[in-house]
């Protein structure tokens, strides 16, 4: 790894659990919390951050945590990851917002020939810049409908596509994400996913079959715009479709005119290992949607494809105030730097291989270990009752619980609530990795 940067000898690159959790003043800002921000926001952890960098969360009362998390897998270069930081301070002197619209600029320029030049395919390719995740896949819909001039839309099961209205129809989940805030919008349809732990292994030529024929049946490919899917599923527990399934899908869209749309908000830039999870099987979609990872914590979304799907929206169509805004896209084109001069593709293969064998190890002796699944810095393990396939979304929050009392980020997922997935920053070093992982393995050892 390189030397350190002024962020990380600022904060070291240890745990450190100093005081009781929450400290002091995580209690006093968790109370003014509670009082200021509405109740329907929760919080992961009980401690307020005030540092991050490398693969460390310093806390407010000085505690440092080992970030397994990367904010829901954003922080992919790291926390004010060194190029990020610079590119945004010289940015927000030069001017902080004109409106792409209004008066352009050229980060937006840049930030698109980049995703032109990098996503999946050497097709010629056009992008849009947008906030968040949700607000970008919303665009990818409506792209594929006014190029299609049809109306349907298929997600799958466990799928998540943000917290939108139109997204919300796409996500799968009811709690906590859908409950009560319905009616969504229509159109929207949900075919089975090829999920090899539990659809005993069916390979993804066969699942692939499957789930084409119930499009067929119920939807119809004349009446269908777009198939929408993560190519490793995220919120929905790092379901990684068998090998096969994502081709033969892509092959029936470009067969039936139907616009397959890859969601790689969570598996995008360098996470899976890949640049994007859809290069592993050679999957080019027409249209992709990118976020989180883009912008080394900026808030910035992209959809980036086929020239001529892009440009099926007639001009002014297509925007928003803030999107593409330029701290946003000086953020992306360090980001985009970071990964390459960095090489953290090959970063997040190391990162799996560590993670593999040490959760291998635990599960030699651990038979709630029902499945370890996942690519590159997007590894998870599905918890169930030892023998059996039976979710354990207890035993997944229990340890997470006490994974962070100890001083480690992890986040649980899964439509069950029964998956705990490690998303740590690709900055992180190997000793924070094995020190996380002790702590894991012998949670696990204690909960029993
Ligand atoms: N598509 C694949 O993972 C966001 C959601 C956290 P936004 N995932 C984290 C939460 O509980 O809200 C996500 C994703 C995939 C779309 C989105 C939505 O991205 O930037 O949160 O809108």
């Known amino acids: 790894m390189n030397a350190p940067s002024v962020e990380q000898s600022i904060v070291p690159q240890e ?22 921000v509405a109740a329907g926001v929760g919080t992961t952890m009980s401690v307020f951050a005030a540092r991050a960098a490398g693969g460390i969360v310093v806390d407010v009362d000085g505690n440092r945590f080992i970030d397994l998390g990367s904010g829901i897998a954003v922080t992919t270069v790291g926390n004010s990851a060194p190029r990020v930081v610079e590119a945004v301070q010289e940015q927000v002197a ?17 930030v698109a020939e ?42 799958f099961d466990h799928a998540y596509h943000g917290r939108t209205n139109l997204t919300l129809a796409m996500t799968a989940k009811n709690m906590p994400y859908k409950h009560g805030f319905g009616p969504f919008a229509g159109e929207v349809y949900r075919a089975p996913l090829s999920y090899p732990y539990r659809d005993g292994g069916t390979d993804g030529a066969t699942s692939a079959r499957q789930t084409i024929d119930v499009i067929e049946k119920q939807v119809g490919a004349a009446n269908l715009a777009c198939v929408v899917i993560e190519p490793i599923q995220g919120e929905g527990g790092f379901i990684e479709p068998a ?28 996470r899976t290992g890949d640049l994007f999870a859809c290069d592993r099987e050679g999957v080019v979609p027409d249209l992709i949607v990118t976020a989180k990872g883009i912008a080394g914590g900026l808030p910035l979304s992209a959809v980036t494809g086929r020239a001529d799907v892009m440009d099926s ?20 084109l360090a980001a985009i730097d970071t990964i390459e001069a960095e090489g953290l593709v090959a970063r997040a293969r190391e990162i799996e291989e ?15 270990i029902g499945d370890i699944r996942g690519r590159g810095a997007m590894i998870a393990v599905e918890l169930v009752k030892a023998g059996t396939d039976e979710p354990e979304p207890e035993l997944a929050k229990a340890v997470a619980v006490a994974a962070h009392r100890q001083g480690v980020i992890v986040l649980t997922c899964g439509t069950y609530g029964n998956v705990l997935r490690f998303l740590p920053p690709l900055a992180i070093s190997d000793d924070l990795l094995h020190d996380a992982f ?7 050892e204690v909960i029993r």
């Open 313 to 332: 929206a007639h001009v002014g169509g297509l925007g928003g105030t803030y999107g593409g805004n330029p701290l946003a896209c000086a953020a992306a």
């Open 114 to 155: 980049a995703l032109n030049r990098l996503t999946p395919g050497d097709h010629d390719k056009r992008t849009a810049l947008f906030n968040s995740g949700a607000e970008a896949v919303e665009n990818a819909v409506k792209i594929a409908r006014t190029h299609t001039g049809r109306q349907a839309v298929v997600v």
């Open 243 to 270: 090998t096969g399934f994502l081709p033969a899908l892509a092959a029936w869209c470009r067969d039936n005119g139907v616009v397959f749309v890859a969601d790689e908000v969570q598996t995008g830039f360098a």
């Open 94 to 110: 030069a001017f902080t917002h004109t409106c792409f619209m209004v008066t352009p600029y050229e980060g937006y320029v840049a």
């Open 354 to 368: 560590l993670l593999l064998r040490r959760l291998r190890q635990i599960e030699a002796r651990d038979a709630r």
């Open 438 to 444: 002790d702590v894991l393995a012998a949670t696990l």
């Open 15 to 36: 745990r450190l659990i100093r005081t009781e959790l929450p400290g002091p003043e995580s209690r006093r800002l968790m109370t003014r919390k509670n009082s200021a």
